[in-house]
């Protein structure tokens, strides 16, 4: 494929055939190496209207680095927000804590506003004790800042990404086999570029589209779904039919495993599991150029398509 997105759209056509041909929609699976793989799958499978259910894992929106910088983003739409006030207010951590916030919580009941208005008040400042009253003029910094960019979705997002140090941040959180935090980060950003190369809507109409997808996802509970899973969810099912996305040097194999003693070996078994999923047919796919690491950039072929 081109891109993600075009390979997302290929894979949605051959699982939309396949259902066509009279496959039960519980007998098709599309697996990928890390769980950012899955937005331009969902976004593709909510476009054609195909029933998804993600197995072992949260929709990308779902995810806590998309929620915080949707949350941000929503709060430079919409100054009122408080809920989005609330959860960006110490992410990442300004030395503003749970009592603070309720002073501010209070002062803006007070004072009839919402809580941004009342951090701009130096009285509700003053009432902040320690490096909270320090973080809160950084937050004041970094928002006023942030609001020059509402007109394209990209920039928005990559300057809340940067002023925030938000990169910094999620590198330090846990991680597990499949989750990529980082790659989560600039899929959102993927997906803003897109957003902005077909539509003039900004962050404001970037919003109202996501907002689009994720009330169009919430699907029957009884009706047949195809399911999106990680490789390392998939361990022990099988479906009829299968897709293995992003097989793609640096994605799998990851570009971890380069960096371990028999890491390419196990990447290479995880191979071996996904392939072994598939009872009757087997879809492979990789794209050209991929967006990592903040940018789009050509890819290789995974050296297991040719193994």
């Not at 081109?2 to 699976?29: F, H, S």
């Not at 803006?108 to 003029?137: C, H, Q, S, Y």
């Not at 003039?200 to 779904?225: C, M, N, P, V, Y």
């Not at 794209?287 to 398509?305: D, W």
Request: charged residues 30%.
């Amino acid at each position: 494929a081109y891109d993600e997105q075009n390979e997302a759209d290929m894979v949605a056509m051959q699982i939309a055939r396949w259902i066509d041909a009279g496959r039960p929609a519980r007998e098709l699976a599309v697996f990928y190496r890390t769980n950012a793989c899955s937005r331009s799958l969902e976004q593709a499978f909510t476009r054609l209207q195909i029933p998804y259910q993600l197995v072992g894992g949260l929709s990308f929106f779902e995810r806590r680095e998309i929620k915080d910088m949707l949350a941000f983003a929503r709060l430079i739409v919409n100054p009122r927000d408080d809920v989005a006030f609330e959860r960006v207010i110490n992410v990442p951590a300004r030395g503003i804590g749970a009592g603070s916030v309720d002073k501010i919580r209070l002062a803006a009941d007070k004072f009839n506003e919402p809580m941004l208005t009342a951090i701009k008040r130096e009285e509700v400042r003053e009432g902040i004790r320690g490096p909270g009253k320090k973080g809160l003029l950084k937050f004041l910094s970094i928002y006023n800042n942030i609001q020059h960019n509402i007109q394209h979705a990209e920039l928005a997002l990559r300057d809340i990404v940067e002023r925030t140090g938000y990169r910094r941040y999620v590198d330090k959180l846990e991680a597990t086999e499949d989750v990529d935090r980082l790659a989560n980060i600039d899929e959102l950003l993927a997906f803003a570029a897109e957003y902005d190369n077909r539509e003039d809507g900004g962050i404001a109409g970037f919003l109202q589209e996501i907002s689009l997808l994720t009330d169009t996802q919430r699907w029957d509970a009884e009706a047949e779904k195809v399911s999106l899973m990680t490789v390392h969810s998939a361990k022990g099912l099988e479906y009829d039919c299968v897709a293995v996305i992003g097989n793609e040097e640096g994605l799998f194999p990851h570009s971890r495993s380069f960096e371990e003693t028999d890491g390419l070996e196990e990447e290479r078994r995880l191979f071996y599991v996904a392939i072994t999923r598939a009872k009757m047919e087997l879809m492979l796919t990789y794209a050209n150029v991929r967006y990592r690491t903040g940018a789009p950039g050509p890819t290789a072929p995974s050296r297991f398509l040719q193994e």
